[in-house]
């Protein structure tokens, strides 16, 4: 059965999967984006655009006039509420807009979905689990965020976004559901996002030093992208709402300087050796093309997802390994790279 769906943010990096998933099954998507970080000339964009099933309004979801410009009649039956800046630089650039998307955006969401009747799948993140004080982190635990910081803009409006889902459940009967999506990665990514995977890709492949912020020792997991876009669809999929936001990511950790070695053998290959306090040496000390830094203002020392909710309600655990995804993202990278070479290594 073909269904109507919309997805906000459907130039960005999740967005646009999203829309291609849908597009794939014989869906028609009406995609809502106003390019604030993203770009109308991605590659991915473009083909959506190419695609006749897919049509597209430059909006912002801030704006009062959301869901009456153009398509007042149209009724999804699954909304992706997917706008929101994501990479640290762009949302600390833009900290009130974050904050206003985040709350008045999803709230604008949530109405659209009270008129028609539509199932909102929310984009919340793992950020609002802050710095925490345990790992893995499980979906009961209330997190320790800066309210007042450079990222609060960010971890502190997701918070009062899934605040607003559940009034919006609770009060007017909108069958919102969450996802709190741990690091991701993979095609589509912006290059200059500032997220720790694109940030070492594009680096290496530029020749240029790897920047690690610390030790190295922060703890990372990362899932590869058509996992996560697999355990998002089958939460919109499920016939009753969970009740409670549901944790996507990998819950097998990794710490930066393990990635900084994997990235930098995988495009910059070094003599390999079994012996892991050797490869931690060469990470650590020996490898002359890291550039190190002072951890950000409210880098969290841990993100590790526990994933036992998206098991029990959705069948559903990461498949791809790291190994196979960063070989699939640094392809994509490559490729970027030699179809528009200015976006990596510029003009």
């Known amino acids: ?3 109507s769906v919309l997805v906000t943010g459907a130039a960005g990096f999740l967005g646009s999967h999203l829309c291609r998933h849908h597009l794939d099954q014989g869906d028609y998507v009406l995609g809502v984006d106003n390019f ?5 000339d991605s590659l991915h964009f473009k083909d959506l655009l190419a695609d006749d099933r897919f049509d597209f309004l430059e909006q912002d979801v801030v704006e009062t006039t959301f869901s009456t410009r153009r398509w007042p009649a149209f009724k999804p039956e699954i909304i992706y509420n997917f706008a929101c800046p994501a990479s640290p630089p762009v949302y600390q650039m833009m900290p009130v807009e974050t904050m206003m998307t985040c709350v008045v955006g999803t709230a604008n969401v949530l109405q659209f979905a009270q008129r028609t009747g539509a199932i909102v799948v929310h984009a919340s993140t793992s950020e609002v689990y802050g710095d925490p004080d345990i790992t893995p982190q499980h979906e009961k635990y209330r997190g320790q965020v800066n309210s007042y910081g450079p990222r609060s803009c960010y971890d502190e409006g997701k918070r009062a976004a899934e605040a607003l889902c559940y009034d919006f459940r609770h009060k007017h009967g909108v069958d919102a559901r969450m996802v709190r999506i741990f690091n991701t990665y993979g095609p589509n990514m ?17 020749g240029e030093d790897l920047t690690v912020y610390g030790d190295g020792m922060q703890g990372r997991s990362f899932c590869y992208v058509d996992d996560l876009i697999r355990g998002i669809v089958a939460l919109g999929g499920l016939q009753l709402n969970p009740e409670t936001p549901i944790n996507l990511g990998n819950p097998q950790e990794f710490r930066v300087w393990e ?47 526990d ?38 290594f510029g003009p």
């Open 36 to 40: 604030c970080s993203s770009e109308q």
């Open 259 to 305: 990635l900084a070695v994997k990235v930098n053998d995988a495009i910059r290959p070094q003599p390999t050796t079994a012996d892991v306090k050797e490869l931690q040496r060469r990470a650590l000390s020996a490898i002359s093309n890291v550039s190190w830094k002072s951890m950000p203002v409210d880098d969290p020392r841990q993100r590790c997802p």
């Open 1 to 3: 059965m073909v269904k």
């Open 190 to 206: 912006d290059p200059y996002d500032g997220r720790v995977i694109s940030n070492f890709i594009c680096q290496a492949l530029r």
């Open 307 to 344: 994933i036992n909710l998206a098991r029990m309600y959705l069948d559903w655990e990461p498949r791809v390994t790291l190994d196979e995804g960063l070989s699939k993202t640094i392809a994509y990278f490559q490729n970027v790279a030699n179809s528009r070479p200015t976006v990596l």
